[in-house]
T-cell receptor, first 113, second 113 residues
Framework: DTGVSQDPRHKITKRGQNVTFRCDPI?????LYWYRQTLGQGPEFLTY????????KSRLLSDRFSAERPKGSFSTLEIQRTEQGDSAMYLC???????????FGAGSRLTVL | GENVEQHPSTLSVQEGDSAVIKCTYS??????FPWYKQELGKRPQLIID?????GEKKDQRIAVTLNKTAKHFSLHITETQPEDSAVYFC????????????FGKGTSLLVTP
């Protein structure tokens, strides 16, 4: 296990299409987080899971966004009816319960044309 | 919710000089304060962190100080090197929100030889 993996690394799509990103956390980590980062900004929190339960969602997560972690391992983030404003880097991070440290993946860069 | 302010947004120093980046936070429940370094096109990487029961922590050329009363914390890098050039993010979190990190907007540090 070499860290947090994200797929795909880059996605170019047309406005209105749906996209899905996958995150594989560090295997022993039961917490998983999704962040969005735009150019020149810090990562913005979207949502987090403890095991399979989605415990918190940001106001940034509109109803076009949905995240799942069905078996408490990998997670998916789906964006429906993409808009140009959705263009960003989507970062996944994982951590252990009771521990503060988060480890980030390399991110999935979305470009909406 | 938590609001993290970070200053300055850009910082240019000469090799060998010290660099200081300052952050303030708003939520008195925050108890964990990490600093991440992000090089261009790469994932955020944890460089140092501090918990609320500690006032200062040092790791070689990097140190972090925390003033809980004033709700601010700072990153100090001594003897800067060109490879220290990157964007640095401060963040704050607490156990009540599952340690979801709230990031500052980042400081772009340039170390010139």
């Amino acid at each position: 296990d070499t860290g947090v993996s994200q797929d795909p690394r880059h996605k170019i799509t047309k406005r209105g299409q749906n996209v899905t990103f996958r995150c594989d956390p560090i295997s022993e980590h039961n917490r998983l987080y999704w962040y969005r980062q735009t150019l020149g900004q810090g990562p913005e929190f979207l949502t987090y899971f403890q095991n399979e339960a989605q415990l918190e969602k940001s106001r940034l997560l509109s109803d076009r966004f949905s995240a799942e972690r069905p078996k408490g391992s990998f997670s998916t983030l789906e964006i429906q009816r993409t808009e140009q404003g959705d263009s960003a880097m989507y970062l996944c991070a994982s951590g252990s319960s009771g521990a503060n440290v988060l480890t980030f993946g390399a991110g999935s860069r979305l470009t909406v044309l | 919710g938590e609001n993290v302010e970070q200053h300055p947004s850009t910082l240019s120093v000469q090799e060998g000089d010290s660099a200081v980046i300052k952050c303030t936070y708003s939520d008195s429940a925050s108890n964990y304060f990490p600093w991440y370094k992000q090089e261009l096109g790469k994932r955020p990487q944890l460089i140092i962190d501090i918990r609320s029961n500690v006032g200062e922590k040092k790791d070689q050329r990097i140190a972090v100080t925390l003033n809980k009363t004033a709700k601010h914390f700072s990153l100090h890098i001594t003897e800067t090197q060109p490879e220290d050039s990157a964007v640095y993010f401060c963040a704050a979190s607490n156990s009540n929100s599952g340690y979801a990190l709230n990031f500052g907007k980042g400081t772009s540090l340039l170390v010139t030889p």
